[in-house]
């Protein structure tokens, strides 16, 4: 199953404006929405960096899910577009097994 790996930046200051936006983007797209997608691995994993603040998630998605699970990820962090400086990131991965299955190959073992 593929994995999105959704990274966030936006500088510290901003923090305030992204906890205003957060709340009402669970509104609009709740967890009982993302549980029929696919199970968060990692959720809003953090750090702070000299160019502000970063969080992570990993969310694995279920089979046939992929395209809804994007359009969903897309639509919420849509929300925070507003914010200065906030940007993200939505990666599409794969396990080494479905990645040689794709290309006719069976992964070593």
Do not use: D, H
């Not at 957060?22 to 691995?41: C, H, I, Q, S, T």
């Amino acid at each position: 199953m593929p994995y999105l790996i959704i990274t966030n930046w936006y500088p510290s200051y901003k923090l305030p404006e992204v906890l205003k936006v957060y709340p009402e983007m669970l509104k609009k797209y709740p967890p009982n929405v993302l549980a029929e997608l696919g199970e968060y691995r990692v959720e809003m994993a953090g750090t702070a960096t000299e160019k502000g603040l970063k969080s992570m998630n990993v969310f694995e998605v279920k089979e046939g899910k992929l395209e809804e699970a994007l359009k969903t990820a897309r639509g919420a962090l849509a929300m925070f577009r507003s914010i200065e400086g906030y940007v993200y990131t939505i990666e599409v991965w794969t396990t080494i097994t479905e990645g040689f299955e794709s290309i006719g190959m069976q992964a070593p073992t």
